[in-house]
């Protein structure tokens, strides 16, 4: 169509995951905006931003709407340049984490299986179960199958019993729709397996992140003081 046109946009620094398909990518900034309050008694000292974003997906064509929260106590926390702030997806909603430097292997397992959840459910437990292995070979869990795997894992990073029995449902799921060909997969199982791995990744690679974090400011705070 030669009378059409195409508005160019900026694209984010940095990869975004896309709500709507899963997929990991650099967005195109369709909007952005900011709404700060400032503290009067101190000069302009503290202050508090909200930063929103309508970002535009280049590989399913969706918006997304991300919140961004930081302040003037906001700090750097590693030598990449990241900072300590607050990010809320507002739109769409994610049923699912959205976790960031997982092992690459693990990640794009876990992603596929975001991105199949509906048009091909029994691929999305298929790579469910994927993620769940590499996740058992990252952390360099024994045994002859994903079953002893599982076991092992438990073992070396101390999972509690429920999120051993969580993975053991993603591997049986996911063995079912991988070797039945019969096997009848739901939208509601591809999800509720997502629902188990974003449990167990949690646990395994944001919980301790998280922990190392407070207590960081915490030795911080104590040494300031």
């Given amino acids: 169509m030669e009378n059409v046109t195409s ?16 997929v990991d990518a650099r967005m195109f900034i369709v909007s952005e905006g900011e709404h700060t309050i400032s503290d009067n008694n101190s ?11 309508l970002f ?20 750097q926390i ?8 607050v990010v809320e997806h507002l739109f769409p909603k ?3 984490g ?21 048009s091909e459910s ?11 292995e590499a996740i058992c070979d990252d952390k360099k869990a024994n045994g002859r199958n994903l079953k002893e795997k599982i076991d092992n894992l438990a073992e070396k ?6 999120l051993m029995d969580a993975a053991h449902s993603v591997r049986l799921l996911g063995n079912e729709g991988a070797h039945e060909l019969d096997a009848d997969v739901s939208v509601d199982d591809a999800e509720t397996l997502l629902a188990l791995c974003d449990a167990i990744i949690g646990y395994v690679y944001e919980a301790p992140q998280l922990v190392q974090r407070i207590q960081e400011r915490l030795k911080k705070t104590k040494e300031a003081s």
């Fill in 43 to 53: 000069n302009g000292d503290v202050w508090f931003t909200d930063l929103y974003q």
């Fill in 7 to 22: 508005t160019e946009h900026k694209m984010t620094e940095n990869k975004q995951k896309c709500g709507h398909c899963g």
């Fill in 78 to 85: 590693d030598w990449a340049g990241n900072y300590d702030v």
């Fill in 94 to 96: 994610n049923k699912f």
């Fill in 56 to 75: 535009l997906c280049p590989s399913c064509d969706n918006v997304n709407l991300i919140k961004t929260i930081y302040s003037s106590e906001t700090v």
């Fill in 157 to 162: 990073v101390a999972i509690p019993t429920l």
């Fill in 122 to 132: 029994m691929a999305s437990v298929i790579f469910s179960r994927k993620a769940l």
């Fill in 98 to 118: 959205n976790f960031k430097n997982l092992p690459s292997r693990i990640g794009k397992a876990y992603a596929k299986a975001i991105k199949l959840k509906k």
